[in-house]
Nanobody
Framework: QVQLVESGGGVVQAGGSLRLSCAAS????????MGWFRQAPGKEREFVAA????????IYADSVKGRFTISRNNAENTVSLQMDSLKPEDTAEYYC??????????????????WGQGTQVTVSS
């Protein structure tokens, strides 16, 4: 079992930055690939970024590439999402998730078996 708790959301002006954090329970955190997803009202949950258990490989959605950076600290059981140059279209509830089905695509929410409760990010224009 892995429990995930996100923090760091808030309201920011366009062009600003936020750093989201996800704290995980459990001693096997480093075995899990981790991802960030987001969901805006009336829209489907969409992939944002992910990285491998060791953190040596990352992948990003095209919409955030070059602006967001995902990282992890396995010693502290945390995964972070640094978000720069934020845009109003980045407004959404952001979720971190632990991957339990590595054979599925990183982009597929069904690849992830553990989810946090979410943290709201609002970008004003």
């Amino acid at each position: 079992q892995v429990q995930l708790v996100e923090s760091g959301g808030g309201v920011v002006q366009a062009g600003g930055s936020l750093r989201l954090s996800c704290a995980a329970s459990g001693r096997t955190f480093g075995r899990y690939g981790m991802g960030w997803f987001r969901q805006a009202p009336g829209k489907e949950r969409e992939f944002v970024a992910a990285l491998t258990g060791s953190g040596d490989a990352t992948i990003y959605a095209d919409s955030v590439k070059g602006r967001f950076t995902i990282s992890r600290n396995n010693a502290e059981n945390t995964v972070s999402l640094q978000m720069d140059s934020l845009k109003p279209e980045d407004t959404a509830e952001y979720y971190c998730a632990a991957q339990v089905s590595p054979t599925r695509s990183w982009y597929d929410p069904y690849s992830y078996g553990y989810w946090g409760q979410g943290t709201q990010v609002t970008v004003s224009s």
